[in-house]
Nanobody, 120 residues
């Protein structure tokens, strides 16, 4: 079965940096879009940034210029470099991958989430 595992979350001060990673494993035929969503406390899940297999990115206005998404296709891994962090970036960050498998076709998968807390 397909599994996404996030790592790199933690507590940082405002203005600090953090790097998240997410690795996909399983019998995967292809990964199309891959990236990150987040869910602040008491709020709905929202897009942070995604990258397609062709290298195109979709990034939320709130993080443009501060967050950078990257992808290592050989490792089935996506990263999120977060700089100039703000308290409003505090959320559970979820890895997302649009994956094609031979048994279920194209289907969205989610990681378990990793907590990012920005506080002084």
């Amino acid at each position: 079965q397909v599994q996404l595992v996030e790592s790199g979350g933690g507590l940082v001060q405002p203005g600090g940096s953090l790097r998240l990673s997410c690795a996909a494993s399983g019998r995967i035929t292809d990964i199309y879009a891959m990236g990150w969503y987040r869910q602040p406390p008491g709020e709905q899940r929202e897009l942070v940034a995604t990258m397609t297999s062709g290298g195109h990115t979709n990034t939320a206005d709130s993080v443009k210029g501060r967050f950078t998404i990257s992808r290592d296709n050989a490792k089935n891994t996506v990263y999120l470099e977060m700089n100039s962090l703000k308290p409003e970036d505090t959320a559970v960050y979820y890895c997302y991958a649009d994956i094609f498998t031979s048994w279920s076709g194209r289907f969205p998968y989610w990681g378990q989430g990793t907590q990012v807390t920005v506080s002084s």
